[in-house]
């Protein structure tokens, strides 16, 4: 075995311990005893204080020092200013505003910024629309780039109806093709006729909103099926088109992409084709129903309204579209027949010119006349 190389461990005499601990308490200082309290010091009245203090300043005087600065007056609490919790003031006598008075607000700026107040248009609208329009289907139009897709699921949503898109469709029926796959391969004469077939299938339905393809104005035959509906025009100016339909690519576009569409060039050459396009379909846009602009204003002058404004335009014009159908069918139902006076009779014959009591009241009137 190695022996351990630690030192042996040995214990001090018990005289060495006590001696080490003697020192060691030696060392140790003594505690201090505890100071007295100290006396609190007398305080003078407050007019010897004030006698005392220009004492010592006579004498400081009278030996040429400078007695200390005075110690500054306490900064009394101001009241609040309240002009500042008070509205601006409007107008004055004269009718001039104030020079840094923002101006009002415009409808269409409003509804652009403001979300709340957006929404809360939309579902007053809404609420008014909805027992009007009866399950009535609305088919959207437009040229490419107006949105029509995104319009239509956001109207669709907010009127708890199904959504159909006829060129999505269409892309379910061929697996694996786009519909720039599908023009290329068929050619748009058979595009066209699916497209078709489409809207056959969808119109006998009610509580849908379709959104079409831009070429499907063009055949009559689409039109008998889609006035099954409503038919709302999404108008826009081909510019605005054209700038959206860049941004999303113009590849996606098989009427639009061709040979020498280059990144430079594709505004100019979507803003040419956009243009000849409106120029042949316009008169079949205009046998809409309605007609929804898509133009902004302020900061969305260029890129044009957003979605959201879009729909609620579309919204109020159907109202006044189904009242306005409303009142002309009204008035249709009152005519005048010859021999009566020149009396206004409503259809159904005199009786029906009023209600209750005025009615009968009118009836016994026309018979005295006879």
């Not at 190389?5 to 311990?17: D, I, K, V």
């Not at 949503?157 to 720039?180: C, Q, W």
């Not at 113009?250 to 979507?270: C, Q």
């Not at 009204?330 to 009591?357: H, M, N, Q």
Request: hydrophobic share 40%; with cysteine.
């Amino acid at each position: 075995m190695l022996a351990s190389r630690q030192p042996a461990l040995t214990r001090a005499p018990t005289g060495q311990r006590r001696a080490a601990a003697a020192a060691a308490a030696a060392a140790v200082p003594a505690p201090r005893a505890p100071r007295a309290p100290l006396a609190a010091a007398p305080v003078a009245p407050p007019r010897l204080a004030a006698a005392a203090r220009r004492t010592a300043a006579s004498a400081l005087a009278a030996a040429g020092l400078a007695a200390p600065p005075a110690r500054p007056p306490r900064r009394q609490r101001q009241p609040p200013r309240l002009w500042l919790l008070l509205p601006r003031a409007g107008p004055g006598a004269d009718g001039a505003a104030a020079s840094d008075e923002e101006p009002p607000m415009s409808e269409e700026e409003r509804l652009s910024v403001d979300f709340d107040y957006l929404s809360n248009k939309i579902k007053d609208t809404t609420d008014v629309l909805d027992p009007e329009l009866k399950g009535c289907s609305i088919y959207i139009i437009g040229m490419m780039g107006s949105g029509k897709s995104t319009v239509g699921r956001m109207l669709a949503n907010t009127l708890r109806y199904a959504f159909f898109d006829t060129d999505g469709v269409i892309e379910k029926a061929h697996p694996g093709m786009s519909v720039a796959d599908i023009f290329r391969e068929y050619g748009e004469e058979y595009f066209r006729k699916c497209e078709s077939q489409v809207l056959k299938e969808l119109a006998p339905y009610k509580n849908l909103v379709v959104s079409t393809g831009g070429g499907a104005v063009t055949n009559p035959m689409n039109w008998s099926y889609m006035h099954n509906g409503i038919v709302a025009w999404l108008e826009g100016a081909p510019e605005l088109l054209a700038r959206r339909v860049v941004a999303e690519g113009v590849e996606k576009r098989p009427l639009l992409y061709g040979d020498g569409v280059t990144a430079d060039n594709a505004f100019g050459v979507a803003n040419a084709k956009l243009t000849a396009l409106l120029e042949a379909r316009e008169k079949y846009y205009e046998n809409a129903d309605v007609r929804v602009p898509l133009s902004g204003v302020a900061a969305d002058e260029d890129r044009g309204a957003p979605a959201a404004v879009v729909m609620y335009r579309l919204l109020t014009r159907v109202l006044d579209k189904i009242e306005a159908t409303k009142a002309e069918r009204e008035a249709r139902r009152t005519f005048t027949i010859e021999g009566l006076a020149g009396k206004p009779v409503a259809a159904g014959g005199p009786a029906a010119a009023g209600e209750g009591e005025e009615g009968r009241r009118q009836q016994r009137q026309q018979r005295a006349e006879e």
